[in-house]
């Protein structure tokens, strides 16, 4: 199964929604690298990239939030955390572990957590900066 950012998903801010496509993508190749059965040296590589891509993108959503002092702040940062916290985990498992069931499992749970936050907190963000 392949994740993409469907019309439901769309923020409405441009770069918001750019660079959740583009989280996706990473996702995308992780579960790939995985499937594929390719070993640690093309695993490790999309796990560093995702982390780092969802770190950029969790900054850069805190930024816009900052800037424009979105109501809900904080406790959209705080999701961010605890998200960012289990994905490393998750994640850094699979290099040792390799890509076993139920680690590939944890993913697509913890995606599944994204893909509500998006449809919903971040869906609220991007209607609050199309107002500004
Ligand atoms: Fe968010």
New binding site residues.
């Given amino acids: 199964m392949k994740y993409e950012l469907t019309k439901a998903l769309e923020t409405g801010n441009a770069i918001i929604d750019k660079e959740h496509r583009e989280l996706f993508r990473a996702v995308n190749s992780l579960m790939d690298a995985c499937s594929k059965g390719q070993g640690r040296a093309a695993i490790e590589p999309t796990i560093k990239f995702l982390l780092d891509y969802v770190n950029k993108h ?1 900054s850069h ?1 805190e930024e816009l939030q900052q800037k424009y002092k979105y109501p809900n702040i904080a406790a ?1 940062k705080q ?2 955390i605890g998200y960012t916290r289990r994905l490393k985990e998750i994640v850094n498992a699979i290099p040792a572990a390799g890509p076993t069931v139920m680690n590939l499992s944890s993913i697509n749970n913890h995606i599944a957590a994204l893909v509500t ?2 449809r919903t ?2 869906k609220k ?1 991007g209607a609050f900066l199309n107002g500004k």
């Fill in positions: 969790f959503e959209h999701f961010h936050h998006i907190e971040d963000l």
